[in-house]
């Protein structure tokens, strides 16, 4: 009979977690329509602007069971939902037009970010060459090596 009980309580468990994972998608995905995507339609002197964004969603569980010393059960869930603008359509005059919006933020961290790696990217060019020509200068007997390259005596 405690058999039947435990495992009545695991399905019961079981279908509460799926219950609830099911759940959380059902409300992320609803968010998460194309409504979201594409904003509603604002109209001022002939023309109709329709708002743009990039919309992403994600969810995640995990669940658990076990017996160690006593029965162990658990379960989690979680997600999300993110949205960006893009730009927005001007519809007028029988034509329409994509307009993409330049976040300022995101060009910033571009403009900053292009500089450094070019940085890292020479400093690590120069740092394998010196070990490429130190390597190469015990197989071959060369001249005088420009400063970079020279090694240091004691």
Excluded: C
Excluded at 67 to 96: H, S, T, Y
Excluded at 111 to 123: Q, T, W
């Amino acid at each position: 009979m405690a058999d039947k009980l435990e495992d009545a309580e695991k399905e019961a468990r079981a279908d509460a977690a799926e219950n609830g994972l099911t759940r959380l998608a059902e409300r992320l995905g609803a968010n998460a329509a194309a409504s979201a995507v594409f904003g509603a339609p604002v109209e001022r002197d002939g023309v109709t602007v329709i708002p743009v964004a990039r919309v992403r969603w994600g969810f995640g569980g995990g669940g658990g069971g076990g017996r160690k010393d006593k029965d162990q059960d658990g379960w989690g869930g979680g997600g999300g939902v993110q949205a960006a603008p893009l730009g927005f359509i001007e519809v007028k005059d029988g034509g329409a037009q994509y307009r993409r919006v330049h976040d300022p933020l995101r060009l910033a961290i571009a403009a900053l970010l292009l500089p450094l790696s070019f940085a890292v990217a020479a400093i690590l060019m120069m740092v394998t060459l010196t070990f490429v020509a130190r390597s190469l200068r015990g197989l071959f007997n060369f001249p005088q090596l420009p400063w970079p390259f020279r090694r240091r005596r004691a």
